[in-house]
């Protein structure tokens, strides 16, 4: 493995490791990346730290001597003379290089050969350049149209920032390079490269439109288009250092081409071993394909064109790769699978059947089978198949294995003879409840189905009496285990069903019945009481109660069935009403309500509001009688009447004792001339008595209803007028005030008035009072006007309990300056006061004040609602204490620039009213001694600090420095040395002291180690296994250890010259 070294920014070398990068490439530091020069105008570069670039100046006149650079590149538009001034804004030597690098390929110079056209490296200060005079120019230049040329500006010095300016003079012009976009065929889906024909170099900024509202920033950036079709695309040039001229925009137009669409049919296919499979190549339209390309070649008939022949050994993945007119291509895959020989082996769980029974046929040895012929087969596929044939058969299987090869094998299927069956009688007849015996024949054994209404279903001969017709049948087994069956239909003669219409007809007393029987060919009554006749179809009955009657039908087989049938005769209702007679007064109306049937017909109707309902609502308007009709649920019917006769009210008359009152007074009303009253509205006292008291406290009507003795009634009003009451007000001319005080309550809207309650008035009466309540209190005064009608009106005095002041501090006590906090904890208050004591206020509910030195008694002032005040005092009082005083001394004192290795500084301490104390030494040090020492290790200023704190806890700090201390050790490193033998500078010597431990690596520019030495007094000869070597830059890597245990490490570049 090497270690390699690359030359950055700021001449520092950096030592690459594997997989790390501590630096990257500069632009303008390399040809490649040159500012492109588009017209003959000065630049100027400003001081900075630059670099050498990555690329070997080998080929220069610098070899590889360049540490600062700055590359400027042009294109000759007019062929003249040439000159140039490289002038440094201060004192250090810079050299140049200028090339012809025409024909140099894109993103390279050619610079070596003979591309360079002068050079000067001499170690001089001030102007350089072609045709400026002077030691460090050199003759002036001829430039060619059309060739491109590049400049090659070198600080020397080492360690120096001074920038430069570049002023142009001759007869040849220079012109930016016309660029062009470069965009290859583009297909569909394919990333594509855009690229710049003779671009600019430098730094630009590039803004490129593809033309399908994407957009890239990057010289040469790779796009891809979604969809076909043709766009035009952007690329706006943009210079970085204001060079404009350099500026261009750019346009191409980009025609993306659909990638052609192929398949292979089929895709998948599989062939036995010696089998070859067909593999057809199909592109979808439009495209045009002009080649196939097929691989492997393996086992194929030809590897162009669109139809192949495959016969590969094993399975194989073919691909084609098919290519349109645009150029764009495409690929399809298709599998040919290679089978194997096949032995299959098919076998049966029972060779010999009975007809219609089934057995499992089984195979093996293969994926897939099929089987035939398909007679009595459950499936034709399968590993495992259900065989019924009807008779003897011998089955083929075929089975296929995954790859499609396929071989076959037989099994043979025996199917055995069935018994006949016979049964005698063969199709007997029997009448619902007869039974008949049936015989059967042909076989070994017998069962018998259903076995119901049978006597024994496992007998030859068995006696069955089935109720409906009934299909037996026989399954009969013979010696060879075989079944077959038979059938015998017994057939059951249904009895007759016999009807009769009406069903259990109703009839009313005196009324007849006609029947009518069915379902039968003959028909015989009974009992014959009440009938006309006793045989026949049809037949009357006059019962005088309820009868019922048997009917026996025959039909022509002899089978009988008999029913019977209710005669039900029913009662005629009995119809009353309620009233039966009644007085009704002229102009009202009566209830009748019927009773005893189930509806009701009424007449006359049209005094009637329902003449089809129980109850009806009479309205006549002269004596009447109503007739009802009442029908039963039956049906049957009868009729009952009522009368009603009308008859004249009495009128009722009435009085008041008032007619206008006061609210709240009593005023009796009175009614007399018949027998009952009622009063409206109510409320008052005897509402239904012909004296009625009320109260009414607003103007209303009373309505008096009397009934006299007939029952009939009359009305009449009286109005009563109620006078407005007086509208009374009562005020306090303070409605909240402390417990003691007095207030004024005020009085209006009425004649006279009296207070409620006395407590604690000046009076009981008048207009105004005086009250000194002790407890918040309601009063009522009560005001009569002159009408002598009276309201009341309340008013509330409301006493606000005194407030009671009280606090607590934190701290009570602490240093200067003090900040304390005051809690209020007072009762019953509204506003608050502070006073301080140390000159400050305050008006909040809480509060807070800075304390200096001394004890102090702040007070509170609570105030509540009514403006009473409470007082309270902190009477211990608030301590304040004095911090103490921070100050030290220091041995050596601050400013003596002390040795690393004699760097211990000893502290007096001259605090005062201190206790305890905390040192801090500046270099993460500390110490709570009252006078310590401390020794520093490392090179620094240190500033000290001191933190004193007294018994209180009070604080002070001070800090005082800087405390010096002089670095480690020098180390140098030469440069530069000459191993020519002359006996001047013919080694490379590390000069350095007080190192513990040294070790130097020196590698050349690949990264080769030709020197290592843990010896600071071995010098390098600058000889590599005794063999010279040549003269350029070498790197070190110095790796040491100082006297007080730091890491030194140093990286830098020796110039090696013979």
């Known amino acids: 493995m090497k270690t390699l070294f690359i030359k950055t920014i700021g001449v520092i070398w950096a030592l690459l490791m594997p997989c790390i990068v501590y630096a990257q490439p500069v632009s303008l530091l390399d040809c490649p990346a040159a500012q492109q020069l588009c017209n003959l105008n000065t630049v100027n570069v400003p001081n900075g730290v630059w670099g050498p670039g990555n690329l070997p100046e080998s080929g220069?006149?610098?070899?590889?001597?360049?540490?600062?650079?700055?590359?400027?590149?042009?294109?000759?538009?007019q062929s003249g003379t040439f000159n140039f001034s490289c002038t440094p804004t201060g004192f250090v030597d810079y050299d140049f290089a200028f090339f012809n690098i025409t024909g140099s390929a894109p993103g390279t110079c050619n610079i070596s050969g003979g591309t360079q056209l002068a050079c000067n490296y001499a170690l001089t200060t001030g102007t350089t350049g072609i045709g400026c005079g002077g030691a460090g120019c050199t003759p002036t230049q001829n430039l060619i149209a059309g060739n491109t040329y590049a400049i090659l500006v070198n600080r020397f010095t080492a360690g120096s920032i001074i920038g430069f300016n570049l002023t142009f003079s001759g007869t040849a012009q220079i012109g930016a390079p016309q660029s062009s976009i470069t965009a290859p065929t583009v297909c569909l889906g394919s990333p594509t490269l855009f690229s710049i024909t003779n671009a600019p170099t430098g730094s630009y900024v590039y803004n490129w439109n593809f033309g399908n509202g994407s957009?890239?920033?990057?010289?040469?950036?790779?796009?891809?288009?979604?969809?076909?079709?043709?766009?035009?695309?952007?690329?706006?040039?943009?210079?970085?250092?204001?060079?404009?001229?350099?500026?261009?925009?750019?346009?191409?137009?980009?025609?993306?081409?659909?990638?052609?669409?192929?398949?292979?049919?089929?895709?998948?296919?599989?062939?036995?071993?010696?089998?070859?499979?067909?593999?057809?190549?199909?592109?979808?339209?439009?495209?045009?394909?002009?080649?196939?390309?097929?691989?492997?070649?393996?086992?194929l008939s030809a590897t162009t064109g669109n139809t192949v022949s495959a016969a590969p050994l094993q399975t194989t993945t073919y691909t084609v790769q098919v290519s349109d007119a645009t150029g764009c291509t495409n690929n399809a895959t298709a599998i040919v699978t290679v089978g194997s020989n096949l032995t299959i082996n098919a076998s049966t769980t029972d060779p010999s059947i009975c007809p219609g029974e089934q057995t499992t046929l089984s195979v093996s040895g293969a994926s897939n089978y099929t089987w035939s012929p398909a007679d009595g087969l459950n499936t034709t596929t399968g590993s495992t198949v259900t065989a019924a044939p009807g008779t003897s058969t011998t089955y083929t299987a075929t089975g296929t294995d995954a790859n499609g090869c396929s071989a076959t094998s037989t099994v043979s299927i025996d199917v055995l003879p069935l018994p006949i069956i016979t049964i005698n009688p063969s199709a007997p007849t029997i009448c619902t409840g007869q039974s008949a015996s049936l015989t059967a024949s042909g076989a070994n054994t017998y069962s018998w189905l259903p076995n119901t209404a049978i006597n024994n279903p496992a007998l030859a001969t068995v006696t069955v009496n089935p109720t409906t017709n009934t299909t037996y049948t026989i399954t009969g087994t013979s010696a060879e285990g075989c079944i077959a069956q038979q059938t015998v239909n017994v057939t059951v003669v249904n009895l007759p069903s016999i009807s009769v219409?009406?069903?259990?007809?109703?009839?009313?007393?005196?009324?007849?019945?006609?029947?009518?029987?069915?379902?039968?060919?003959?028909?015989?009554?009974?009992?014959?009481?009440?009938?006309?006749?006793?045989?026949?179809?049809?037949?009357?009955?006059?019962?005088?109660?309820?009868?019922t009657y048997t009917v026996v039908g025959t039909l022509t087989s002899g089978c009988t069935a008999s029913t019977t049938v209710v005669v039900n005769l029913g009662n005629n209702p009995t119809v009353t009403v309620n009233p039966s007679t009644s007085t009704l007064c002229d102009g009202s109306n009566i209830n009748i309500t019927a009773f005893g049937a189930a509806t009701y017909s009424w007449s006359p109707a049209n005094t009637l509001n329902n003449a089809?309902?129980?109850?009806?609502?009479?309205?006549?308007?002269?004596?009447?009688?109503?007739?009802?009709?009442?029908?039963?649920?039956?049906?049957?019917?009868?009729?009952?009447?009522?009368?009603?006769?009308?008859?004249?009210?009495?009128?009722?008359?009435?009085?008041?004792?008032?007619?206008?009152?006061?609210?709240?007074?009593?005023?009796?009303?009175?009614?007399?001339?018949?027998?009952?009253?009622?009063?409206l509205p109510a409320g008052g006292t005897g509402q239904?008595?012909?004296?009625?008291?009320?109260?009414?406290?607003?103007?209303?009507?009373?309505?008096?209803?009397?009934?006299?003795?007939?029952?009939?009634?009359?009305?009449?009003?009286?109005?009563?007028?109620?006078?407005?009451?007086?509208?009374?007000?009562?005020?306090?001319?303070?409605?909240?005030?402390?417990?003691?005080?007095?207030?004024?309550?005020?009085?209006?809207?009425?004649?006279?008035?009296?207070?409620?309650?006395?407590?604690?008035?000046s009076a009981g009466t008048g207009a105004s009072v005086t009250a000194n309540p002790t407890a918040t209190i309601t009063y009522t005064v009560n005001g009569v006007d002159a009408n002598g009608c009276s309201a009341s009106a309340t008013v509330v005095v409301n006493i606000d309990p005194l407030p009671v002041a009280a606090f607590s501090v934190d701290p009570e006590s602490g240093c200067d300056p003090l900040l304390v906090n005051f809690t209020n904890n007072s009762t019953n208050a509204l506003s608050y006061s502070w006073v301080f004591d140390n000159g400050q206020f305050a008006q909040s509910e809480n509060a807070l004040t800075v304390y200096t030195i001394g004890t102090f008694y702040p007070r509170l002032i609570a105030t509540n609602t009514a403006g009473c005040s409470d007082t309270a005092l902190f009477s211990t009082g608030i301590t304040v204490y004095p911090p103490p005083v921070a100050d030290f001394s220091s041995s050596p004192d601050t400013g003596v620039l002390m040795k690393y290795t004699e760097a211990l500084v000893t502290f007096t301490n001259l605090s005062q009213g201190a206790e305890t104390y905390l040192w801090n030494f500046g270099d993460g040090n500390s110490s709570n001694l009252d006078n310590p020492e401390h020794q520093y290790l490392s090179q620094g200023n240190y500033f000290v600090s001191l933190l004193a704190i007294s018994a209180q806890g009070c604080t002070a700090d001070i800090t005082k420095g800087p405390y010096e201390v002089e670095g480690m050790p020098p180390v140098f490193v030469p440069n530069t040395f000459t191993p020519n033998g002359d006996g001047a500078n013919d080694v490379l010597r590390v000069f350095a002291i007080g190192l513990k431990e040294f070790d130097l690596r020196i590698y050349d520019r690949w990264g080769t180690l030709v020197f290592a030495s843990r010896d600071i007094n071995t010098t390098w000869d600058g000889t590599y296994n005794g063999r010279r070597l040549n003269s350029g830059v070498y790197i070190y890597q110095l790796q040491a250890t100082l006297q007080n245990d730091d890491p030194l490490l140093k990286y830098g570049d020796v110039n090696l010259l013979r």
């Open 215 to 299: 957009f890239s920033a990057l010289a040469n950036p790779t796009h891809t288009y979604a969809n076909p079709g043709t766009y035009n695309v952007t690329l706006q040039i943009t210079s970085t250092t204001g060079n404009t001229c350099m500026n261009q925009n750019l346009t191409a137009t980009v025609t993306v081409s659909d990638a052609p669409e192929v398949s292979i049919n089929p895709a998948t296919q599989t062939v036995c071993p010696g089998q070859s499979a067909t593999l057809d190549a199909i592109a979808q339209p439009p495209a045009v394909i002009t080649a196939y390309s097929w691989t492997p070649a393996t086992g």
């Open 612 to 679: 089809l309902s129980a109850t009806v609502v009479a309205n006549p308007t002269a004596n009447t009688t109503y007739t009802v009709i009442g029908t039963a649920a039956n049906g049957c019917t009868s009729s009952a009447t009522t009368e009603v006769s009308l008859v004249m009210p009495v009128q009722v008359a009435a009085s008041a004792s008032a007619s206008i009152i006061c609210p709240g007074n009593i005023v009796t009303l009175t009614a007399q001339n018949v027998n009952q009253y009622s009063w």
């Open 688 to 761: 239904f008595t012909d004296a009625y008291a009320v109260t009414p406290q607003q103007s209303t009507t009373y309505t008096v209803t009397g009934t006299d003795a007939n029952g009939c009634t009359s009305s009449a009003t009286l109005s009563l007028q109620v006078l407005n009451p007086p509208q009374v007000t009562a005020s306090n001319n303070n409605t909240l005030i402390c417990e003691g005080d007095f207030t004024t309550l005020t009085a209006g809207g009425a004649q006279s008035y009296t207070w409620t309650p006395f407590t604690s008035l």
């Open 60 to 77: 220069t006149c610098m070899l590889t001597g360049e540490v600062s650079s700055h590359w400027y590149v042009f294109t000759c538009t």
């Open 501 to 547: 219409s009406p069903n259990n007809p109703f009839v009313c007393s005196g009324a007849a019945a006609t029947m009518s029987a069915s379902g039968a060919d003959t028909y015989t009554w009974a009992p014959n009481t009440a009938l006309n006749s006793t045989a026949g179809t049809t037949v009357t009955a006059s019962p005088t109660i309820t009868t």
